[in-house]
């Protein structure tokens, strides 16, 4: 996948690799398309700049218009820490993801991980 995080030139990111974004310590998940038009159809801003460029845009375009713009037959890349909110950090449910290994998670599971990680 290509990105342009605003960097001097184009990176070829995989699932896996850490976020992009400068003091980000996040590592890219895989969403489906379809999950993503979901998420884009909310009224939530998304940040990973792994997503496609138009649904990242000013003047962000409206949530129709976002969920129009994500290809659903395909998978992207997303940051669950950038996109926390967008996966339903707050929520009782979050999007599905997967991570590294193909193994299904959500953004609850991958906090809980670091929680668990930082008190040792």
Same mark, same amino acid.
């Given at each position: 996948?290509?990105?342009?995080?605003?960097?001097?030139?184009?990176?070829?990111?995989? $699932?896996?690799?850490?976020? !992009?974004?400068? =003091?980000?310590?996040? +590592? #890219?998940?895989?969403?489906?398309? /379809?999950? %993503?038009?979901?998420?884009?159809?909310?009224?939530?801003?998304?940040?990973?700049?792994?997503?496609?460029?138009?649904? $990242?845009?000013?003047?962000? !375009?409206?949530? =129709?218009?976002?969920? +129009? #713009?994500?290809?659903?037959?395909? /998978?992207? %890349?997303?940051?669950?820490?950038?996109?926390?909110?967008?996966?339903?950090?707050?929520?009782?449910?979050?999007?599905?993801?997967?991570?590294?290994?193909?193994?299904?998670?959500?953004?609850?599971?991958?906090?809980?991980?670091?929680? /668990?990680?930082?008190?040792?």
């Amino acid at each position: 996948m290509r990105v342009d995080a605003g960097l001097a030139k184009e990176i070829v990111m995989k $699932l896996g690799d850490s976020c !992009p974004l400068d =003091g980000c310590d996040g +590592a #890219l998940h895989r969403i489906s398309g /379809a999950v %993503l038009a979901e998420v884009a159809a909310m009224p939530v801003t998304l940040h990973s700049p792994t997503l496609p460029k138009a649904l $990242l845009k000013a003047p962000i !375009p409206t949530a =129709g218009e976002r969920a +129009a #713009l994500v290809a659903r037959d395909r /998978a992207h %890349l997303i940051c669950p820490i950038c996109d926390a909110y967008a996966l339903g950090a707050e929520f009782e449910n979050g999007a599905p993801i997967e991570d590294a290994t193909g193994r299904s998670t959500t953004i609850h599971e991958i906090f809980d991980a670091r929680d /668990a990680a930082r008190r040792g």
